[in-house]
């Protein structure tokens, strides 16, 4: 699995922040993609799924808000509700 990394404001561990303060969130997948999850599950697949993906504690809640929806649409919510790309303030 990937280090934690916010999906929303990219705040990660290189910021001095400690693993507790992210969550990994999954979203809702598809019969297809479940599938998929499930033969790599039997094959002992070590990865991050697509449908995952880390919030710092300031997201979680709007992250959680939409795990409910399939990821590829609850994504495209929550790009909505990204900041700008430079250093964390």
Known sequence: MMPPHCFLCDRS??????AS???A???G????????EQD???EGWVGHPSWVAW??????ALAEDHSHLHWRE?????RQH??????VK
Do not use: K
Not at 55 to 60: G, L, P, Y
Not at 82 to 87: A, K, M, Y
């Open 40 to 42: 790599r599950d039997r």
């Open 13 to 18: 561990l290189r910021e001095g922040d400690p």
């Open 25 to 27: 969130v999954r979203f």
């Open 82 to 87: 990204r900041r700008p790309s430079g250093p």
């Open 55 to 60: 919030f710092c504690d300031e997201h979680t």
């Open 21 to 23: 303060s992210f969550t």
């Open 29 to 36: 997948i598809n019969a297809q993609e479940e599938a998929l």
């Open 74 to 78: 609850a994504f495209e919510l929550l």
